[in-house]
């Protein structure tokens, strides 16, 4: 779904620049020619269906030379079938090689696209209950700061901000860094330590250690004496949270076949969104505890899911790609039958991946890749485009409301019992309208879902500021807020959600795409703690009316943004995501100003005209850094 075409999967489409794939299909049989030959600005086009174009003799002797040094010669004439099917996805029908039950078996990926081996769905649940995890981690302190920021005599008085012991700015200097503590950790240590953690230990092992730390550290927030000891509490719980948001999905992709991917990818963010429930559900069940065990409760309450995944992890296959890459290519082949429904498919997955591993170490080899990131025209525009969207998941407001829900809610006239409640109702609807983005995200396409929530993020933004000039005495002060706060979980669950990790996954191209999500990772973790550290002193100088319209004005900046500096990606083949990156940014935002001003014309003025052709075609500087 989201990542089917442009995730390196046999039979991506090819367009443009025959020279390019001439070049890539000398360099791939006997994974022989070097990569330096093709512009840094096409280097994605290496890698569409780089088993295209060579002569059977010759992709026969490729397999074999496999084969026979990878010790799986007894699967050799497998992964000769598996060889062509891969070559030409589509036209597997017309090989004689094939047996009418080989035949029928990859005709039903097509017709029977969910009937799967057990195995990949015990790994999906496995990765769906590590979301989950996640999404407890982010909002379970929901409810429980209000009980311990009086326990520890931090604020006494919720809706001033003020106690006997600090004045208003120090409460809220550290209401912000508890808060906030677990995304310090992740933007400026966790992110980092993925690249290591998965080279030494794997995609599972990351996964056990991070989810490891999370348990610890839910039994750790649970036994805190002070304030001091709850932040460095949370700060370590946060060690876990960048290395486990960056591996999983990276995981799921990499085992999941790939008429499947995209939305096996997707369950990433909708199992968060019902991990963000299940921390807000957690709040009301151990309300009435005792004040100073309820909260303990429902921080220690996190421990639970990541030990099951701790227990169920192993019993997972490694994940193929990282097994090809340590040179373990024979139980690479292990892992893959596991997960596929026969030895064809996952001879056929197995080499694809192999020779696409190759011509990844060719091309990287000798290559600063984060310099190339920022010096590359094509990757640059694929980094601000990346960036704005990441920085806008943050910047939309929604942590406000994961993180500070109840405390909002107590301010505008609910009790402790009633504000714990309507936060569990924004978790609730945020998990409800995520299932909505597997519908639309292929179909309506990433950038237009932006464009077309961000506007409602600002109405309910400004709607819900604005309700807190009604005097708090009026009941429907009440029920303004909650309606803004409600429907604002509505309109980010399919737009801001689901969409940058899955933009930002596919706009960086493959050889450089480890360091480009490192990148994006850093960055919604980095703004994610600047915005739970500022809340309460927005709020504090500005109001709620101030504050909540600060990220209105925002969703507005983010439209803009979007509309002139983030293509769309959706549907778009390796190479078209080259063309596509290697626009100018000046001609990328003059195009949708003018497209802009079309749709405009058509759909309201109701004029006949032209379809606009794509922005990127006719374009003289196309592969040119600019």
Not at 279 to 286: P, Q, S, Y
Request: charged share 15%; with cysteine; glycine share 8%.
């Amino acid at each position: 779904m989201a990542d089917q075409k442009n995730e390196s999967s046999p039979g991506s489409s090819t367009i443009g620049n025959e020279a390019v794939h001439s070049e890539k299909r000398a360099s791939v049989g006997g994974y022989g020619a070097a990569p330096d030959a093709v512009p840094r600005d096409k280097l994605n086009a290496m890698f569409e269906n780089p088993l295209g174009g060579i002569p059977r003799e010759q992709l026969f002797a490729d397999v074999d030379k496999f084969c026979t040094e990878n010790n799986l010669i007894e699967y050799q004439e497998t992964f000769r079938k598996g060889a062509l099917v891969a070559q030409d996805p589509s036209g597997y029908q017309h090989l004689d090689v094939l047996s009418d039950d080989e035949k029928r078996v990859l005709e039903e990926e097509h017709t029977h696209k969910w009937r799967h081996p057990k195995q990949l769905y015990y790994l999906v649940i496995m990765c769906s209950l590590c979301a989950a995890v996640q999404g407890m981690d982010e909002t379970v302190n929901n409810g429980a700061q209000t009980f311990y920021l009086k326990r520890f005599n931090v604020v006494t008085d919720s809706k001033t901000n003020t106690s006997d012991r600090f004045d208003v700015n120090m409460a809220n200097y550290i209401t912000g860094l508890v808060v906030g503590a677990p995304y310090l950790a992740c933007a400026v240590l966790g992110c980092w330590l993925t690249a290591p953690l998965n080279s030494l230990f794997g995609r599972r092992g990351t996964i056990f250690i991070s989810c490891l730390i999370a348990a610890l550290a839910s039994i750790w927030e649970g036994v805190a004496n002070s304030w001091v000891n709850l932040f460095v509490a949370r700060f370590f719980l946060g060690l876990g949270i960048g290395s486990k948001s960056t591996t999983t999905p990276v995981y799921a992709a990499e085992c999941s076949p790939p008429l499947i991917r995209g939305a096996l990818v997707m369950m990433w963010q909708m199992w968060t969104a019902f991990g963000i429930m299940l921390g807000n559900i957690m709040g009301v069940a151990f309300l009435n505890v005792g004040h100073d065990l309820n909260w303990r409760l429902m921080l220690g309450s996190t421990v639970v899911l990541p030990l099951v995944v701790c227990a169920q992890v192993y019993l997972c296959p490694e994940s193929p790609r990282w097994l090809i890459k340590k040179n373990r290519v024979d139980k690479a082949f292990h892992a893959f039958q596991r997960i596929r429904g026969s030895d064809l498919q996952a001879a056929r997955d197995l080499y694809y991946c192999y020779v696409n591993v190759e011509i990844e170490r060719k091309v990287s080899r000798g290559r600063n890749l984060v310099k190339e990131m920022f010096t590359v025209g094509r990757n640059r525009r694929a980094a601000l485009a990346s960036w704005i969207v990441m920085f806008m998941q943050q910047f939309c407001g929604v942590n406000v409301i994961a993180y500070y829900s109840t405390t909002i809610f107590l301010n505008s006239g609910f009790s402790e019992s009633s504000a714990l409640l309507a936060s569990m109702g924004t978790g609730i609807l945020n998990w409800v309208f995520a299932i909505p983005a597997f519908l639309t995200i292929d179909s309506f396409g990433r950038r237009n879902l932006l464009l077309f929530t961000y506007p409602f993020l600002a109405i309910f933004l400004f709607w819900t500021g604005f309700s807190f000039w009604i005097d708090e005495l009026k009941p429907k002060r009440v029920a303004m807020v909650t309606t803004g706060m409600y429907l604002f979980e509505v309109f980010y669950s399919p737009g801001s959600g689901p969409v940058p990790f899955t933009y930002s996954a596919e706009a960086f191209p493959l050889h450089i795409r480890e360091v480009g999500m490192s990148f994006a990772t850093a960055t919604t973790w980095t703004f994610n703690f600047i915005l739970s550290f500022t809340w309460p002193m927005l709020r504090t100088s500005f109001k709620d009316q101030g504050a909540f319209a600060w990220y209105a004005v925002w969703c507005l900046i983010g439209w803009v943004g979007v509309l002139l500096f983030v293509p769309e990606t959706k549907a778009l083949t390796l190479e078209e995501l080259d063309q596509v990156f290697s626009v100018p940014t000046w001609k990328h935002a003059s195009y949708h100003i003018k497209a802009a001003m079309h749709t405009f014309r058509v759909k309201v003025l109701r004029q006949k005209l032209p379809p606009m052709p794509k922005f990127w075609q006719g374009d003289e500087n196309l592969g040119k850094s600019f």
